[in-house]
Nanobody, 117 residues
Framework: QVQLVESGGGLVQHGGSLRLSCAIP????????MGWHRQATGNEREVVAT??????TKYADSVKGRFTISRDNEEWITLQMNNLESEGSAVYYC????????????WGQGTQVTVSS
């Protein structure tokens, strides 16, 4: 089982910026991709941004141009969130898919992001 350690998050004013980080300390598995998902109260969890081991990125339409996902190394990613809107208030979860052949998935514990108006 891959363990994910998240950091960042907190309270930010509308239009402000935050950075989230996610690491996999002591990883022994082959990572296929990592990413961030979020879940606002009363909503389903949705994908925000993902990055593959080759560096290919994907973003939700709602965050394109404002959020940037990057990878410092194979087991450390950051999500830079700029111009945050009220819709950005949610619990953000780091996710990774890993393994060879049949992929497995692991989730972080989640970090709260609150955008004040």
């Amino acid at each position: 089982q891959v363990q994910l350690v998240e950091s960042g998050g907190g309270l930010v004013q509308h239009g402000g910026s935050l950075r989230l980080s996610c690491a996999i300390p002591g990883n022994r598995f082959s990572i296929k991709d990592m990413g961030w998902h979020r879940q606002a109260t009363g909503n389903e969890r949705e994908v925000v941004a993902t990055i593959t081991r080759d560096g290919a990125t994907k973003y939700a339409d709602s965050v394109k141009g404002r959020f940037t996902i990057s990878r410092d190394n194979e087991e450390w990613i950051t999500l830079q969130m700029n111009n945050l809107e009220s819709e950005g208030s949610a619990v953000y979860y780091c996710n990774t898919r890993y393994g060879a052949g049949c992929l497995l998935s692991s989730w972080g514990q989640g970090t709260q992001v609150t955008v004040s108006s």
